[in-house]
C-alpha cells in the first residue's frame, strides 16, 4: 500500500517508520537534532514549500533513512493511511 504526502510523492508504507507533528514534536531537543542531522546529511525531502505540518521517517531496503516533511496534517495522513 502507499501512502500520499502531497504534490505527488507517494510512498510504500511497509517503509513507513513513523508520522509526526512537526509543531508539537519540534519542542523537544532531541526531534531538532534529529531533524538537523537528517538536513545535514541531506536525508529530507520537502514535500512541499507550504507551511509544513508533519514529518515522516521512512526506512529504505538498505535501512538508510528518508524524512519528509509535508504540508498535511498528521490527522489527515492518518486517515490516508488507515482506508
Given at each position: 500500500?502507499?501512502?500520499?504526502?502531497?504534490?505527488?510523492?507517494?510512498?510504500?508504507?511497509?517503509?513507513?517508520?513513523?508520522?509526526?507533528?512537526?509543531?508539537?514534536?519540534?519542542?523537544?531537543?532531541?526531534?531538532?537534532?534529529?531533524?538537523?542531522?537528517?538536513?545535514?546529511?541531506?536525508?529530507?525531502?520537502?514535500?512541499?514549500?507550504?507551511?509544513?505540518?508533519?514529518?515522516?521517517?521512512?526506512?529504505?531496503?538498505?535501512?538508510?533513512?528518508?524524512?519528509?516533511?509535508?504540508?498535511?496534517?498528521?490527522?489527515?495522513?492518518?486517515?490516508?493511511?488507515?482506508k
Amino acid at each position: 500500500m502507499f501512502l500520499h504526502l502531497g504534490n505527488d510523492v507517494l510512498i510504500n508504507t511497509k517503509n513507513l517508520i513513523g508520522i509526526f507533528d512537526i509543531e508539537k514534536s519540534s519542542i523537544s531537543k532531541f526531534t531538532k537534532e534529529f531533524l538537523g542531522n537528517a538536513e545535514k546529511t541531506k536525508r529530507i525531502v520537502n514535500v512541499s514549500y507550504e507551511l509544513p505540518k508533519s514529518f515522516i521517517v521512512c526506512l529504505d531496503e538498505d535501512l538508510n533513512e528518508t524524512v519528509y516533511i509535508s504540508q498535511i496534517s498528521t490527522a489527515t495522513l492518518k486517515k490516508r493511511f488507515l482506508k
